[in-house]
């Protein structure tokens, strides 16, 4: 039985990030003790012509001491509090399996910030239909989202081209929003995409612990 004092609190960080920069928070975030992650490509969602709407998302997992540190001099390197430099924001992980540097693996109950001010809203729907999230998620007070290009594995999902069996795309959407907000993004997505009809998506929404470059 493990003490209270073996216990390690981890955290999985989310970058987006203007594309090409993916890298160069990769690399900043390894002289800080961060040993990996993964980037995926995605596309923001604000109309605007002058900026690339192309996306870099960064996801790294790691004990809480080491997400803070890094993401100070991130911050700090980034510029995460001008616009358009990017966004940041921490959510609890429950339990870590296989990161060469954790040696713990057991849940810690209770954890994540004490008052929680937003909640990251995960919505995966089939291609084509992230557009009509980002639009039912806006009606509700959202000011946009990020969208990655995915693919669904589920076993009645497959179609057949020529007798061979071919898996629909998936686009999955993240959205911030402020805790008060939620409920009704959420209610507005499921009202306009009937999510909660088999076959038609998922959503699932996750507390923030902290956040970098949001603005009002």
Request: proline share 1%; aromatic share 6%.
């Given at each position: ?53 192309r996306?870099e ?67 995966i ?44 795309e ?47």
């Amino acid at each position: 039985m493990s003490s209270n004092s073996e216990i390690v609190e981890f955290e999985m960080v989310y970058f987006i990030v203007n594309y090409g920069l993916g890298s160069k928070i990769m690399q900043t975030a390894k002289k800080y003790g961060i040993s990996g992650g993964t980037v995926l490509l995605g596309k923001g969602t604000i109309k605007n012509r002058l900026l690339d709407s192309r996306k870099e998302i960064v996801l790294m997992v790691s004990d809480t001491k080491t997400i803070n540190q890094a993401l100070e001099q991130l911050d700090q390197k980034m510029k995460f509090s001008k616009p358009n430099h990017g966004i940041a924001y921490t959510t609890s992980v429950g339990q870590v399996v296989g990161a060469r540097r954790s040696k713990c693996d057991y849940i810690n109950e209770g954890r994540g910030a004490d008052h929680i001010m937003y909640h990251a809203i995960t919505v995966i729907v089939e291609k084509g239909n992230a557009e009509y999230v980002i639009d039912a998620a806006t009606e509700a007070g959202s000011k946009g989202g990020t969208i990655i290009n995915a693919r669904g594995s589920g076993i009645h999902e497959t179609s057949k081209l020529f007798s061979m069996e071919i898996e629909p795309e998936k686009e999955i959407v993240m959205i911030l929003s402020e805790k008060e907000s939620t409920e009704e993004i959420v209610a507005s997505i499921n009202k306009k995409l009937k999510i909660d009809e088999p076959g038609n998506g998922i959503i699932f929404i996750q507390d923030v612990n902290k956040t970098y470059g949001l603005f009002s």
